[in-house]
T-cell receptor
């Protein structure tokens, strides 16, 4: 099956620094990737849609200057949390859509393993 | 945009009993409804999905039903086992609208041995 790899799985950073999380589709091409944030015991909340070769589309309330998204190739999207603060500590997870798979064939969306971010 | 409501938020069942989780959605154009199982700190795992042109789908002990008129869909787990304990999320998507998944709030299922 389709594989999405996300790195790092865990990261601890100091308050005020930036941290980058990578999301890679290993065996398919993804023109669209999605970034979610999940706080403990809560649901997955979509932060932004990452579009290959163009600007990301951010959900309401998500600061685009704080959560920088780059989707420079068909297999890689990165999320950079800039000037991180303790309240940014969360589980960040990406998903990617297989652009070559028809929706009528079933599932086309695959999740990465997630990244635990702790800001101290 | 789409809004998905999920109930109950927690569900405790005895091993061997059935578990039912219900979701409602707001966007009548949504046409794909996946269900995910998530264990702590791990990625959501797709367990079953249903398209809007189908009313019911079954895969062994898991089934999903969809009522498009009422805009609700349900997950049914029969003969529950301790390993079914996890958090379950429903989701809805309009495939012509960029494939953005909107998740329900989640149901924490505990199967007691």
């Amino acid at each position: 099956g389709a594989v999405v790899s996300q790195h790092p799985s865990r990261v601890i950073c100091k308050s005020g620094t930036s941290v980058k999380i990578e999301c890679r589709s290993l065996d398919f091409q993804a023109t669209t990737m999605f970034w979610y944030r999940q706080f403990p015991k809560q649901s997955l909340m979509l932060m932004a849609t990452s579009n290959e070769g163009s600007k990301a589309t951010y959900e309401q309330g998500v600061e685009k200057d704080k959560f920088l998204i780059n989707h420079a190739s068909l297999t890689l999207s990165t999320l950079t949390v800039t000037s991180a603060h303790p309240e940014d500590s969360s589980f960040y997870i990406c998903s990617a859509r297989d652009r070559d798979r028809e929706p009528s064939s079933g599932n086309t969306i695959y999740f990465g393993e997630g990244s635990w971010l702790t800001v101290v | 945009g789409e809004n998905v409501e999920q109930h109950p938020s927690t569900l405790s069942v005895q091993e061997g009993d059935s578990a039912v989780i219900k979701c409602t959605y707001s966007d009548s154009a949504s046409n794909y409804f996946p269900w995910y199982k998530q264990e702590l700190g791990k990625r959501p795992q797709l367990i079953i999905d249903i398209r809007s042109n189908v009313g019911e789908k079954k895969d062994q002990r898991i089934a999903v039903t969809l009522n498009k008129t009422a805009k609700h869909f349900s997950l049914h787990i029969t003969e529950t086992q301790p390993e079914d304990s996890a958090v379950y999320f429903c989701a809805a998507i309009r495939r012509t609208a960029g494939n953005k998944l909107t998740f329900g709030g989640g149901t924490r299922v505990l199967v007691k041995p």
